[in-house]
Every structure is written in C-alpha cells, then in structure tokens.
C-alpha cells in the first residue's frame, strides 16, 4: 500500500523493468554525469542531435553532460572481450527535445549485450524489450527491421552517398511518392525503385511480411538480411514470443552505427516510440573494439502520456483541529487514525490545497 | 468493430476539398458542412472524427497522436520536419516554394542576403546548400512588401500563379521545390489502426491514381 501510493507511475515501471532485467543476468552500471566531450564529436552521426551541453573542470578539460549512455558502455568495453557482458542501466541522458529546442533531462532505462551476439543471445534482447512494453502496458507492438535490406537494395542502385542519405531518410518516413521521384531523377530500375517503395511500405506480422521480404532480395546482402530475419522471428514464434511482434522496415537507424536487425517498441496513446534498439556492432568496431553488441533503451519521460493517475491523494484524513487545542490531543487523536492505517495531514487550518479522502474536525466527531 | 480514425483537416479552399474527396470514398461526416463555430465533428457510422485546425498547426496534431491522419501541405512538412509518415501525394494544392525579389535585380553575391520569409527553416536549408550566408526576416505575412520596401534582398515564399508576385512587380530567381497536399499519420496510430489507415490510404490512392 505505502509504495503504491508514494511511487510515482514512473517510478513502478522503472522498478519493474530492472527487475526484469536483473532476473535475466543483466548488472546495473552506474556512470558518471560527465563524459569526455570529444567522444561525441568522434561520434557525432550516432547522436540523434549534436546540441550537447559542455563545459570546463577545474583543469581547463572540456567536458560534456551525457546526451548518450551507449556510447559510454561501448567505451568502456574491453577491446577483445572473451565473454559476454549483460548490463543494464538507468541514468539521465541531457537532450534537446520537443519544439521549444530547449534542453531537457531525460530519465532513460536500457539493456546492453556485448559480447559474440548468437540467435539467442538476440532473442533474448528482442524478447526482453517485448516484455518491458508488456509491463507498461498491455497495448503495445514491438516492430522489428534489418539494416541489411536497405543496405543491399541501396547499394544495387550504385546511387551517390547523397541520394542514399535521401532515400533511406523517405523509407522512414514511408514516403514512397518522394522515393518514386528520387529514383526517377537519377534513372533507377524501375523494377529496383519499386523493391524500395515496397519495402518502405510493407508492414505487419511475421508471418505475413516473411514472405514479401523475400521477394525483394536482390544481392547477398539482402539475402542474408531476410535470412537473419527469418531466424530470429522463427526462434520467437518458437517460444511463443510472437505476438505483438510485427516488421517494419521503416524502422531506420544511421546505417554507420547500426548493422543487423533493429527494432522499436511503441504504446498506444504515446506518440512516438518508447523503445528503441538494435545491433551496433559498427560503433564498436568504431571505437576500436573486437566485439559483437546489441541493446535498447526506454525513453521514460513518454510515459507522462500514460500517467492519467489523478485521483492520488495528497491523505487520506485531513484533521481539522482548533488553535487553542492541547497539543496531546492532537498527538492522540494523529496517532490513532494512523493506527488504523491513514496518511493523516493535521492542520489548525482547513486546507484547501492539498487532497484528501475525509475531513475530520477535532472534537465533533 | 473498426476503431474511430481521428482527422485533422486544414481550415480553408484546401480541407475543403480533401473532405470532398474523403466523403466520396465513404468517410462523409454530414454535420460539418453544417455552417457552426464548431471545430470537431463526428460521425459514428463512416468511423471518423474531424477537426479544423489552422494549415499550420495539423502537422503538431498528427505528430502528438491528437488526430491520426491529416492532410497538410509540403511546404509545413519541410519547414516543422514533424515525426509523421508522409504516407501519400494528393497531388492537389499544388504550388511551390521559390525565391522571389524586384523584377531584373539578381541575387546578390558579393553580401550577406537579407532573406524575409514566413519559412525560416526552409530558407536556411537552400541557402546553406549554396553556401551562402543570410540574414532572415521572419514575417508572418504580406511578404512581398520586404524588398518593396527595401527591408530584405529577397522572398522565400509559396508562388501559386505568380501574380501577386507581378503585381508588386517581383519576380522568381529560382525555384526551392515543388509543393502539394500530403496525407500524413502518426507514427503510433499507424500501429494501432492499421488496418483502418491502411485501407483509407488504398482508398484515396485508388481514387486519385487509377482512374
């Protein structure tokens, strides 16, 4: 009862994801605030955005608030890891958010794998950013893509870098009319441009998508995407994971960090994803590490839209008492109604501004 | 039971005629062409829900999930850069983007342009791709007086006809981008209504591309 009502929605779901994680092996990694600011200007394209609060140590070091908590794990990762690492985390990331482009603190949760990233090893990834929907709420989907789609039909188009940049911008965005006139412009296949229109567009369950990915191998590349695909999505339904499960290929992450699958996790009513993730071993390989990696993080503040709990109460008995009462008589008369389990808010004053379930006036009862 | 799909539609010439279309392909809502101050309408039956909200603010409705489709124009979309899909051409309320300045001047090349418009974002991203510095001018109408008035070089504004460009004796330097009616939707919504959205896409595209 107590926790109930002291835990903020929050707070639970922060309680109940590391418990989740830590029932799968996962250690909490607690970092520092600050990082060096030059790892993320070696590593500017992996950040969603390059407004990063930075500032000097008393040595005259730059240093910058994190706007990031994977790239501090890759960091610290031994360069050849013999065995794998499972780690999660919950720490304040420093954002530019929304429209104001103002600074933000955002609460984020996450999980990372790093080590040789086996079938299992990410279907336990995938089904653990499953499960972290199902325990904030029991509307959500959980949509899966593989890089290597877009790579390997990008890479068949022999476009510039530009272009690429273009398109696989409009394949998030499921703009297949803009892709249409990007590769009318630079005189792509027809039979090739309508392979990514499609796959811009395709959307849904394993089973129905499985098939239609196949169509649209074009290279080894795209074959071992749809491949990879397929195992994993095979080894989930296996375990009967597969529900909410769906694949979009829309979900497109910066092809320089991210190889492999990638995935999102969204909650009806919450605008935008919540979860987000996916294989990087390229910012390992980046950072001069020898290892495989894959994780999620939940973006906690979204779940403000969720938090329609406005019936809490400030206590459940406020007790209205006379000035000139003896102050025993209050301590007794607080003291038994907390006996019996109330949150008791005593005031010589009836107060307007807090919440509370009964009023109870001192000596009238 | 099909879930309720909510549509922000643009108040004006152009929700006008997008609900016209929507009313054909079976998504009518009889009360909202009633003539009232209201600004939500609904109709259980067809399965919609309307709002009129201003041109410029239907992308703010998609993207938070208050509506789950729109219709909106390029020209918001490029400048907003909202997290929606752009899910469909209409190809209706055609235009485009372009710069406009005192009929026989050029852009100037040897200064900092002086840029007025009511699309900062879009001006800085053409200008920047050019490598040229700019000064903007955020207006929020009537641009065209800007450089009558010498107080920009330049416009960067939508050119429907051009002649309120001729009017004011202005004329395009160049053109920025083609504009047109986009079908958008909320990333989450096309999760959760899924079939309805996708078969309201298939309808409109059926409809507008295949005769």
Not at chain 1, 16 to 38: A, I
Not at chain 1, 58 to 63: C, H, R
Not at chain 1, 348 to 363: A, D, E, Q, R
Not at chain 2, 77 to 103: H, I, S, T, W
Request: net charge negative.
């Amino acid at each position: 009862m107590p926790e109930n009502t002291l835990l903020s929605f929050e707070e639970k779901i922060s309680m109940k994801l590391m418990s989740l994680f830590s029932g799968y092996g996962y250690k909490k990694f607690k970092m520092s605030k600050f990082e060096e600011y030059d790892l993320y200007i070696e590593n500017k394209s992996f950040l969603k955005s390059d407004n990063i609060i930075a500032f000097n140590d008393p040595t005259g070091k730059l240093l910058a608030l994190k706007p990031d908590v994977t790239l501090s794990i890759a960091k610290n990762t031994a360069e050849n890891e013999s065995e794998p690492r499972k780690l999660f985390y919950s720490e304040n990331v420093y954002r530019v958010s929304g429209n104001m482009h103002e600074f933000k603190e955002i609460n984020q949760i996450g999980l990372e794998f790093i080590g040789d990233v086996d079938t299992y090893s990410l279907c336990e990834v995938l089904n653990l950013a499953k499960l972290s929907l199902a325990q904030i709420s029991d509307s959500y989907v959980l949509d899966i893509s593989h890089m290597g789609l877009l790579i390997g039909l990008l890479e068949s188009t022999g476009l510039p870098y530009d272009a690429k940049e273009e398109i696989s911008g409009y394949i998030g965005t499921k703009n297949s009319h803009e892709i249409r006139r990007v590769c009318g412009e630079y005189g792509v296949d027809t039979v090739l441009c309508e392979k990514i229109t499609t796959l811009a567009s395709l959307y849904g369950s394993i089973d129905k998508i499985i098939p239609e990915a196949e169509k649209l191998i074009v290279n080894d590349t795209t074959e071992k995407a749809v491949n990879e695909l397929k195992t994993v999505c095979t080894a989930l339904k296996y375990s009967g994971n597969a529900d909410n499960i769906n694949i979009d290929f829309s979900v497109v992450s910066d092809i320089s960090y991210y190889n492999g699958i990638t995935f999102r996790g969204f909650i009806e009513n919450v605008p935008g994803s919540i979860l987000s993730g996916g294989r990087y071993d390229n910012l390992l390989k980046k950072l001069g590490k020898n290892s495989g990696a894959v994780g999620f993080a939940v973006y906690m503040d979204l779940l403000s839209y969720l938090d329609r709990d406005n019936d809490r109460y400030d206590a459940d008995v406020l007790l209205v008492y006379d000035k000139n009462a003896s102050a025993e008589e209050v301590f007794n008369k607080v003291n038994e109604l907390k006996s019996e389990g109330n949150r008791v808010f005593a005031s010589s004053v009836p107060c307007k501004n807090i919440k509370y379930k009964t009023k109870i006036i001192l000596g009238e009862e | 039971m099909n879930k309720v799909i909510n549509i922000a539609l643009p108040k004006g010439r152009l929700g006008e005629k997008v609900y016209k279309l929507f009313e054909k392909l079976g998504y009518g809502c009889p009360a909202l062409l009633e003539n009232t101050r209201k600004l939500v309408f609904e109709d259980e039956k067809n399965g919609v829900r309307y709002f009129w909200v201003k041109p410029s603010d239907v992308a703010i409705y998609v993207e938070t999930g208050v509506a789950d489709v729109g219709v909106v124009g390029k020209d918001i979309l490029l400048e907003q850069n909202p997290d929606v899909y752009e899910l469909l051409d209409l190809g209706f309320g055609k235009c485009r983007m372009a710069v406009a300045g005192k009929k026989g001047e050029i852009l100037p090349l040897d200064k900092t342009i002086k840029v007025a418009t009511k699309f900062p974002n879009i001006a800085k991203k053409h200008f920047t791709s050019k490598s040229r510095e700019i000064d903007i001018i955020k207006l929020n109408g009537s641009i065209e007086l800007a450089p009558i008035l010498g107080m920009s070089d330049v416009i960067v504004d939508i050119v429907e006809t051009g002649s309120t460009l001729r009017e004011n004796d202005l004329e395009v330097f160049e053109d920025i981008v083609n504009i047109s009616a986009r079908f958008i939707s909320n990333k989450t919504s096309f999760r959760f209504k899924t079939e309805e959205i996708e078969l309201m896409k298939s309808r409109i595209e059926k409809e507008l591309y295949n005769d």
